[in-house]
């Protein structure tokens, strides 16, 4: 609220997402709303409104209702927004229309993120025409609308050590689930039986979500970056590429592994996979407090293009390479991400024009990958149909970067081991 510098911020709470006849898709709060609120329930709105006096941290919410309940879930209603979450004032979101005008009156700014939503919009815009229609009684409407996020990103963007411990357990329950992942792998397994077996793992740990829909991609549909079908049988010989995070408490973690389906490295595969290593190994020296955000990119880049080149699947110059961006053809997307309670988390990425330097308390990905698909002309066959990324999630501090998911193995003797092959 003291980030605020006065005025009434609203939020709404997200939408339920309709599936299929009575169906809906798994309801998330959104990730502002339960950042500030911890309230679970949709078709709210939270209004904060640091200077007034019958209450600062207000909610609307919908009311207790024993008939729907019985069919649609326990709601909170009006004194448990008070009595479990905190609330300073609730009311029922019917009575939004009458209440919110009431509190933006002589607000000097509304903190509220236009163009989210119509409904949402409209339903704020009807509140600010009501004070709007008093300006004669000496009522004044706010002036400004600010966007709050641009706020809350920059909160969100610094952990604080409650939200530390759980990405810290998101990543150990999703480095458990890959190793289980690396050791039950076996030809003729299909890509989404793999996915059972991580997602057994995170629901038998806690985490009750993925922060993104798995991408197991096994040959071939390793080479397609979000690949999400994950319906097909892994062959023989093949490797396996898998991206899974669970998600505990609304944190996620962001891994990625790639390892041979049989438990053995081919020469080719084992080319590509120790390429990419070397390049994600790079990427994780340039992770330090004090370096631009594009660091460990520049610097898995650097490894990469001289692979690419050894590996005669780019040919020179060097700097052309660089230049025209030839080596997009097998590494097409950047390093690095946020990540947090999004895996595509939010946090700005520049800085009046320069990239952000990176700050104790940050979290980001380094994720470099190698996509040789299998219709590509310009790699040797041996090469075709290898796609390779390895993903850890690394938390900036003041000295050396911590590694939040090194306890899963990503050396060729390691997973090699992990495997033994029968
Ligand atoms: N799992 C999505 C990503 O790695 O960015
Ligand atoms: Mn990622
Ligand atoms: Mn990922």
């Known amino acids: 609220m003291r980030r605020m510098g006065g005025g009434v911020a609203v939020l709404f709470s997200a939408p339920v997402r309709h599936r299929n006849g009575d169906v809906d898709f798994d309801y998330r709060q959104g990730s502002d709303f339960h950042y500030l ?6 078709d709210c709105v939270l209004v904060l409104a640091p200077d007034r006096q019958e209450g600062r941290f207000v909610l609307f919410v919908r009311p207790r209702d024993k008939e729907k309940e019985i069919w649609t879930g326990r709601r909170a209603g009006v004194d448990g927004a008070k009595a479990l979450f905190g609330a300073d004032q609730a009311f029922e979101v019917s009575k939004l229309d009458e209440e ?43 002036p400004v609308i600010q966007d709050p996020h641009v706020d809350l990103a920059d909160m969100r963007l610094f952990k604080a050590p409650e939200e530390l411990a759980l990405l810290r357990r998101a990543c150990e329950i999703s480095c458990d689930a890959h190793r289980e992942a690396i050791r039950d792998v076996r030809p003729g397994m299909h890509e989404f039986t793999l996915q ?16 993104y829909p798995c991408i197991i991609g096994a040959g071939d549909n390793a080479t397609v970056l979000h690949y999400n079908e994950n319906d097909s049988q892994v062959r023989e010989g093949s490797l396996v590429l898998v991206d899974a995070g669970a998600e505990l408490d609304f944190y996620t973690a962001d891994i990625t592994r790639t390892f041979p389906a049989n438990g053995k490295f081919s020469p080719a595969q084992r080319k590509v996979y120790q390429l990419c290593l070397d390049a994600q190994k790079a990427g994780l020296e340039a992770v330090r407090a004090g370096n631009h955000f594009l660091a460990p990119h520049e610097a898995a880049l650097a490894v990469l293009v001289d692979g690419f080149l050894d ?17 997009k053809a097998y590494f097409m997307h950047k390093t690095s991400h946020w990540l947090g309670m999004d895996v595509h988390d939010v946090g700005d990425y520049k800085v009046s024009g320069e990239w952000r330097r990176l700050e104790p308390g940050m979290v980001l990905t380094v994720e470099p990958g190698i996509y040789i698909s299998q219709d590509c002309e310009t790699a040797a066959p041996e090469f075709r ?34 495997r033994p092959r029968r």
């Open 100 to 142: 919110l005008p009431k509190i933006l009156e002589n607000a000097p700014r509304l903190h509220y993120r236009v163009g989210v939503d119509r409904d949402q919009d409209e339903s704020v815009f009807r509140a600010v025409r009501k004070v709007r229609d008093k300006l004669r009684l000496g009522v004044s409407c706010p």
């Open 385 to 418: 149909g290898i796609g390779v990324r390895i993903e850890d999630d690394v938390l900036v501090t003041s000295s050396a970067c911590e590694v939040l998911s090194s306890s899963v193995p990503k050396e060729i003797d390691e997973l090699e081991a992990l």
């Open 196 to 211: 059972g077996i991580l997602e057994g793992h995170f629901r038998k740990n806690g985490a009750r979500r993925n922060g």
């Open 311 to 327: 590996l005669g699947l780019l040919k020179g110059p060097r700097e052309e390479v660089l230049e025209k961006e030839t080596y």
């Open 37 to 42: 609120t911890g309230f679970p329930e949709p």
